[in-house]
């Protein structure tokens, strides 16, 4: 009996190169499929260019960068799930269910804590 799954690369630089190009292909997925990362990063995109002129320093800055970098990271773990549940039953299902709403509720979380970062370090800049 193997304790390693068939589908599982073994090691070594090409499973390096392997998993580089799953994860554009997941980022490429999620910008096709996914509306609310497609909202997310745009927002991302137009806050990025707005760091230098709220961060008041180098450590607010990197925060203002991991909250949305957050955002984004929880959106895909939710959008995995919902594609997981989708795929395995079209039907209503109530665990099916629950798994989607706590995943928009960790989205939710996330953009609080983001929407947080952001008013503190511009309340901080604008006193």
Same mark, same amino acid.
Request: no cysteine.
């Given at each position: 009996?193997?304790?390693?799954?068939?589908q599982k690369s073994r090691g070594g630089i090409a499973r390096v190169f392997k998993a580089f190009r799953y994860?554009?292909?997941?980022?490429?997925?999620a910008v096709a499929h996914e509306a609310a990362f497609r909202q997310e990063l745009a927002l991302c995109a137009l806050l990025l260019v707005a760091v230098p002129f709220v961060a008041t *320093? #180098?450590?607010?800055?990197? #925060?203002?960068?991991? @909250?949305?970098?957050? @955002?984004?990271?929880v959106e895909l773990i939710n959008s995995a799930v919902e594609a997981l549940?989708?795929?395995?039953?079209?039907?209503?299902?109530?665990?099916?269910?629950?798994?989607?709403?706590?995943? *928009?509720?960790?989205?939710?979380?996330?953009?609080?804590? #983001?929407? #947080?970062?952001?008013?503190?370090?511009?309340?901080e800049r604008l006193r």
């Open positions: 009996m193997s304790l390693h799954a068939p994860s554009r292909q997941g980022l490429q997925q *320093s #180098a450590w607010q800055a990197l #925060a203002l960068v991991a @909250v949305m970098l957050l @955002v984004l990271v549940a989708d795929a395995l039953s079209t039907e209503m299902h109530p665990l099916l269910g629950r798994a989607k709403d706590l995943g *928009s509720a960790a989205v939710l979380l996330s953009l609080t804590l #983001a929407g #947080a970062t952001w008013a503190v370090a511009l309340w």
